[in-house]
């Protein structure tokens, strides 16, 4: 886990609130991913990156953006929170092999 | 369309005892198969990966998947589970309309007793 960072690791605040969730890897992959678990879905894709140019949204974009600062560094934001957002965000790399590695997880609640 | 299922939410285990964690998929073609372990308040850790090969696929902590491509399925497998074993464990595949891309299954909590 210390190769993904997040922060925070917890988060509480107020529906209408801007949030940012920040990730860094010191891995040196090209590849990163922002997933949210929810007990009983498991993991879905929010979005994923190649590089800083290549975005590419995942299956449950809506509500959420992302910024591709630097290879290393890639950061989810929700606009305007809303509680059905509340939920555990991971970031994750992958490397060549396919393999990916997440961070330790960020624990959202939105009141 | 593609995707793993995990049928089992839970599994019960007495440590010392065998375990299994079963994993079912729906993909053409030859799939890439994984199998991740979530400790409580981690992030999500890789434990094997299936991609070609001998059929058993072993990985971390002692761990072993068996891909089978008749039943479509590939379990996770340990001969004497430990406590330290309980864990919430991912089955995912490989996406193969977009290789970046890994479809998670919804998971199975794994509880060894003493």
């Known amino acids: 886990d210390a190769d993904v960072t997040q922060t925070p690791r917890n988060r509480i605040t107020k529906t209408g609130k801007r949030i940012m969730l920040e990730c860094s890897q010191t891995?040196?992959?090209?590849?990163m991913y922002w997933y949210r678990q929810d007990p009983g879905l498991g993991l879905r894709l929010i979005y994923y990156s190649f590089d800083v140019k290549d975005i590419n949204k995942g299956e449950i974009s809506d509500g959420y953006s992302v910024s591709r600062q630097a290879q290393a560094k890639f950061s989810l934001s929700l606009e305007s929170a809303i509680p059905n957002q509340t939920a555990l965000y991971f970031c994750?790399?992958?490397?060549?092999?396919?393999?990916?590695?997440f961070g330790p997880g960020t624990r959202l609640t939105v009141l | 369309a593609q995707s793993v299922a995990q049928p089992e939410d839970q599994v019960n285990v007495a440590e010392g005892n065998p375990l299994t964690v079963k994993c079912t998929y729906s993909?053409?073609?030859?799939?890439?198969l994984f199998w991740y372990v979530q400790y409580p308040n981690r992030g999500l850790q890789f434990l094997l990966k299936y991609i070609t090969g001998d059929n058993l696929v072993k990985g971390s902590y002692g761990f072993e998947a068996e891909f089978n491509k008749s039943q479509t399925s590939f379990h996770l497998k340990k001969p004497s589970a430990l406590v330290s074993d309980s864990a919430l464990y991912f089955c995912a595949v490989r996406d193969i309309h977009n290789t970046d891309k890994l479809i998670f299954g919804t998971g199975t909590r794994l509880q060894v007793f003493p």
């Open positions: 994750a790399t992958m490397s060549s092999t396919d393999t990916q590695y």
């Open positions: 993909v053409s073609g030859n799939p890439y």
């Open positions: 891995k040196g992959h090209d590849r």
